[in-house]
């Protein structure tokens, strides 16, 4: 199955992405900021990238923009994780490369059901 | 008095059919029969010396190490005002676990020996006669026939709660 | 799949609260005038994972409140907003709000709603002054129409022509395509008129255009939300059958009326979609508060290092346990190999305790944490200038120890405050620094813990407190007592008057109330001080509470464990010094001191060896500020004992503090020195009575 790199300072999100796509059957690689999630990123190839904004270490939209910078990762689906009231984070992170975004607060079938359209 | 509601004496054994009747453990003492509720009984031991608690009743024995708690011990038969006797090759201590309102309690009991496992429903209870105001008896939960005998069932939670000594939450003084 | 979200509970609640402590600690440490703006970032990314967890997990009450103080922070870090005094005392009030609605949320209690409503209240004012701009816009925009809303039922004509440049994005027109038919009835056409030659053909740029027709009966809403994540990297035309005619054909860029429309209404729809989703977890958040949270278990965080060692001592422990199994010859018994074995054991045994121990052990900083807030709030409260000072935050102990000591630590911190700190004209007066300066301190000392506060502050009045106690009797009128003896007096109850149980230190929470919880906990409490100059109190405390270091004693056949920590001496007894006072109590002379003799065989109605003191040993012994020598008939081994209680099954006995079961598996009672020496009291001195009978 696909492998998801989920990127999240907060460790109750990541737990319940985490557990949420495992159970679907997905494979899951969790890192705490924005360059733990490159450093993994570059060490073994991901499909999919679920990434929350705010993040010490690198914010999820810089994420985004380096990874795009890897060749890798160039055609890969990138979704932030943002807030109701961060529009204009949707507009930067669209500069930066993100295939889209998944509002918070969500529910794990939300995540589910967007993961799925995501891969296809 | 209807004495064809006879209990039905069982062997001792996992998986027989208890369907509204409840499992009692009966043990002797004094010449008498007496049970309590089987899901009560955690073990049965042979009664080994135990350690004494400062100014407590005689009834109280004192406390025992069971696999590292500490367990007071209690002796039935001078609880009951009866006769002391001896302990013999048949006492026991019947271990038990007892529901109080701070929660789980494990307390030893010394009785004269094990006697049998009854199976007995509510049906085969009959109210225990009021012996009358000097002898409390709320923790007898009723009498039931079993082979033609008498068998006294304590309600081993009110036995407890309703003792003061057990009870008293500092000084005892 | 429905999966249970209340898993995930326990660790929301956890990083919740270490985030509302990095807030306040970060908030206090925030330069009014020049704020670090690593520091405002670092706090408001926790308020936003909370804000964020809350809705996640359900909890949309503290979703709501953190929304409000995700605005200020989030204006303060992007240099619209000030940091002012007064917005950093709303935040931190604001923290505190926080903290009572996690804690109802994780207990399953209430929370004071009106007391969040006022500091919610607060908050709001704060973003209504100052600021740049007005709060988030939340009310949705009037979700504007598009230019083709069909009177008729037409079905839907939909243009899709992404950019070249759309699968830089990671997003694939396939799928979307894919979303648009899994909506209802349609019928795709593809337009590759853009396709290039082979030659040229780029596979990473897109170049083929859709028309897709779809059932009219879909709604627009969902048609937009399948366009959400492309609209800027797309052309996208939406028209209704009916009005083909009308509709612009759209090319590369070419249209701007169709596309601003396209853009501005799946906004509004999102926020509508985001807001229906509000209320679902509202509800679902309601009623999960309703059935109640059972208190989650108590759970630690443990240095993986620590349990490192502890597998290592474990697999030695393996080792030394087949060393001595390869012993078991009945033929030839290698004593020597025995020996080893042995002591090989007993250093393993040890060492895994110690190593245990140290699991459950936490730095003292989880309690000192809280000071630095206390020490501003108080001092302000109370108009003086005050420097805390924290040494040896990393020092650890128990858990438990730690818990029980962080109620009388704050009421020794606010004494301090109170009554120790002058204001600062009076040091001035004094010639003291305006500025006064409470000292915490922890470090480890033997097998304990030694924390101390001291302040520099106005001492304690001997002569004062001298006067005061012989108002209350406590010291008779002539009676003369050294000053560290008139220091102590402050921990007697009943000391403190009105005047002082002011509501700074708390009505009815005395020093004798902090003495009794430190004794509870084995330890100790000292208090030195300087008139004029400050006080020192200094805390010793075992570093584990369930094991202490005991004095075997026999008394007739019965064993008991004497804490060595209460003992002061043991000694045989000199006839001459004993003294009878009164025909009843016992007196023992001790260099100047006259200690009672507590016949612990009376006290305890056992059969002694002898009744004779000169047969006997007496153990000196020190409890709740008084000592006594306990009559034993003899002293047995030293060792560390296993602390278990008799409550658990039983209930508390006066003058044992518990009990423990020796090598031989019996069980010996372990004495309360205090307890004792009162019981002793109570009880008349009388002959000695009949021992009981006891069965075979």
Not at chain 3, 426 to 449: D, F, S, V, Y
Not at chain 3, 637 to 650: A, D, F, H, P, R
Request: hydrophobic residues 40%.
């Amino acid at each position: 199955m696909a492998n998801v790199l989920a990127v999240d300072d907060s460790a109750s999100m990541r737990q319940m992405v985490s557990f949420t796509l495992k159970g679907a059957g997905y494979d899951v690689t969790e890192a705490v900021d924005g360059q733990d999630a490159l450093d993994k990123a570059r060490t073994g190839k991901v499909d999919v990238i679920l990434t929350d904004v705010n993040m010490p270490n690198m914010d999820g939209i810089e994420l985004i923009r380096q990874l795009r910078g890897l060749p890798q990762y160039k055609f890969t689906p990138m979704l932030l994780l943002t807030t109701e009231s961060g529009a204009d984070k949707k507009a930067e992170g669209k500069a930066a490369g993100a295939t889209g975004w998944l509002v918070k607060p969500f529910n794990p079938d939300q995540l589910l059901a967007t993961l799925s359209k995501v891969l296809g | 008095m209807d004495t064809s509601m006879n209990a039905q004496p069982i062997e001792m054994g996992i998986g027989d059919n208890v369907s509204d009747a409840d499992q009692y453990l009966t043990f002797l003492l004094n010449g008498e029969e007496y049970g309590v509720d089987i899901l009560r009984v955690q073990e049965i031991k042979g009664w080994m010396a135990t350690t004494q608690i400062p100014n407590t009743p005689e009834y109280i024995r004192g406390v025992m190490n069971l696999r590292g708690a500490i367990v007071p011990i209690i002796d039935l038969r001078l609880r009951f005002n009866m006769p002391a006797i001896e302990y013999t090759a048949t006492t026991v201590v019947i271990v038990l676990k007892v529901e109080c309102e701070a929660g789980e309690r494990t307390i030893g009991f010394v009785v004269d020996a094990v006697s049998d496992v009854y199976n007995v429903s509510a049906e085969q209870f009959k109210a225990a006669p009021d012996f009358g105001s000097h002898v409390h008896t709320d923790f007898i939960r009723a009498l039931a026939t079993v082979d033609d005998k008498m068998v006294i069932l304590l309600d081993i939670d009110r036995l407890v709660g309703g003792d003061d000594v057990l009870n008293a939450s500092g000084s005892q003084h | 799949m429905s999966i249970d979200i209340a898993q995930f509970h326990q660790v929301f609640f956890e990083e919740s609260f270490e985030g509302l402590e990095i807030m306040e600690s970060s908030l206090l440490d925030l330069e009014i005038g020049q704020p670090d703006s690593e520091a405002i970032n670092t706090i408001f990314r926790a308020a936003h994972s909370i804000k964020g967890g809350s809705g996640t997990f359900g909890f949309s009450a503290i979703g709501e409140f953190t929304h409000v103080l995700e605005t200020l922070l989030d204006e303060m870090r992007n240099g619209t907003r000030d940091v002012t005094r007064e917005a950093v005392d709303v935040l931190l009030l604001a923290v505190d709000s926080l903290r009572e609605m996690l804690s109802a949320a994780r207990d399953g209690a209430d929370f004071d709603a009106n007391a969040v409503a006022e500091v919610h209240a607060k908050l709001e004012r704060q973003l209504a002054l100052g600021g740049d701009q007005a709060p988030a816009a939340t009310a949705p925009a009037a979700p504007t129409e598009s230019a083709a809303q069909p009177a008729g039922a037409g079905d839907w004509i939909i243009a899709f022509a992404p950019h070249p440049n759309l699968f830089a994005t990671g997003n694939d027109p396939v799928r979307i395509l894919r979303e648009l038919r899994a909506l209802g009835r349609s019928e795709i056409e593809a337009d590759l008129s853009q396709l290039p030659d082979y030659a040229e053909f780029d596979p990473e740029t897109s170049y083929a255009r859709w028309t897709v027709t779809l059932d009219g009966s879909v709604e627009e809403r969902a048609i937009r939300e399948v366009f959400e994540w492309v609209e800027d990297d797309a052309d996208i035309s939406l028209t209704r059958g009916a009005d083909a005619a009308a509709a612009t054909a759209t090319q590369s860029g070419a249209d701007d009326t169709a596309a601003p429309v396209v853009a501005a209404a799946p906004d509004a729809d999102e926020r509508r979609t985001g807001e229906d989703r509000r209320t679902g977890d509202e509800r679902r958040s309601t009623d999960r508060r309703a059935g109640g949270n059972t208190a989650a278990a108590s759970s630690i965080r443990v240095d993986i290092g620590k349990v490192d060692s502890l597998i290592n001592l474990v697999g030695e422990l393996v080792i030394t346990q087949s060393m001595l199994g390869q012993l078991d010859d009945p033929q030839t018994v290698d004593f020597e190999k025995l020996r080893e074995g042995l002591a090989q054991l007993e250093r393993n045994t040890r060492e895994l305790q110690e190593s245990v121990m140290r699991i459950r052990m936490l730095p003292i900083s989880f309690s000192f944490n809280r000071f630095p807030r206390l020490v501003r709030d108080l001092s302000t409260k109370l108009g003086k200038e005050v420097e805390l000072k924290i040494v040896g935050e990393q020092t650890e102990l128990d858990k438990t120890v730690l818990e029980k000591i962080a109620d009388p630590l704050v009421h020794l911190v606010r004494n301090a405050l109170d009554h120790g700190i002058e204001k600062p004209d009076i040091r001035a007066e004094a010639g003291k620094p305006l500025c006064g300066t409470l000292t915490l301190a922890a470090r480890h000392e033997g097998g304990n813990i030694v924390i101390e506060i001291s302040d520099d502050g106005a001492g304690l009045d001997a002569e004062k407190l001298l006067a005061k106690a012989r108002e209350r009797g406590l010291v008779g009128a002539d009676e003369v007592l050294p000053e560290e003896r008139i220091h102590e007096l402050i921990f007697h109850p009943g000391f403190s008057t009105a005047k002082e149980l002011s509501d700074v230190s708390g009505r009815g929470v005395g020093m004798d109330v902090v003495k009794r919880n430190i004794k509870e906990l084995g330890g100790v409490i000292e208090l030195h001080s300087t008139f004029g100059a400050g006080s020192t109190i200094r805390i010793r405390l075992p570093l584990t509470l369930a094991i202490l270091d005991g004095q075997l004693v026999r008394v007739g056949d019965q064993t008991y464990i004497v804490p060595l920590v209460s003992i002061v001496e043991s000694l045989q007894i000199d006839p001459e010094r004993v003294k009878s006072v009164v025909g009843a109590a016992e007196l023992y002379r001790l260099r100047g001191e006259y200690i009672p003799i507590v016949r612990l065989y009376e006290v305890f109605n056992i059969e002694p060896q002898s009744s004779a003191l000169e047969d006997g040993l007496i153990v000196v012994v020190e409890g709740e500020g008084q000592r006594a020598g306990i009559l034993i008939d003899e002293l047995l081994g030293q060792q560390q004992v296993v602390i278990k209680s008799l409550e658990t099954n039983y209930r508390k006995v006066d003058g044992i503090s518990g009990a423990t079961i020796l090598g031989d598996g019996t069980v010996a009672m372990i004495m309360d020195a205090g307890g004792l020496i009162a019981l002793n009291r109570i009880q008349p001195q009388s002959p000695i009575p009949s021992p009981k009978v006891k069965a075979a």
